[in-house]
């Protein structure tokens, strides 16, 4: 039988890492550890179900998401306004990676998650997320704030790629 995740104290063990003197490095850490048994992370967060955005610790310097993306979503590019970091447990998520272009934004990067893997965003990135595939994918998203409560955030158009 799976050992199953102590949630509690994968918290404990984000907001810990979230006093270090670089706070998304020493999450990454934590996040990977995590992730390279997603078996363990199915035992302790149950198998996605209902897509949404599933607030496991939510304050004013730190928030933890357990994220289930639909089969076969999108969501245009954004931003947070705050540095992120991703790891995935179970099935795919990919990013493209966009920069600023005069009033537009351009694609300059992606990367194709699978389970297992840690992607940090920095403070700056614009990305948008697929779930290329045809079942629920789930991740844990860890950003450096309150993610509810961010002035400034944007998105951009998915014709014309300019921001609203």
Known sequence: MTAKLDVDRFLDDLKRANRESDPQAAIDEVLARTMSDPARVLAGLGEPKVAGLHTLHHSAD??????????????LPHNHEMWASIGIYTAREDNILWERKGAVVEAVGAGALSEKEVFPLPHEA???????????????????????????????????????
């Open 62 to 75: 730190l928030t933890v998401l357990n994220v289930v993306w639909a089969p076969l979503m999108m969501l």
């Open 126 to 164: 614009i990305h948008s997320v697929n779930n290329p595939i045809g079942r629920l994918t789930g991740a844990v998203h860890v950003y450096g704030g309150d993610f509810f409560e961010v002035p400034g955030r944007s998105e951009w158009d998915p014709e014309t790629l300019t921001e609203r």
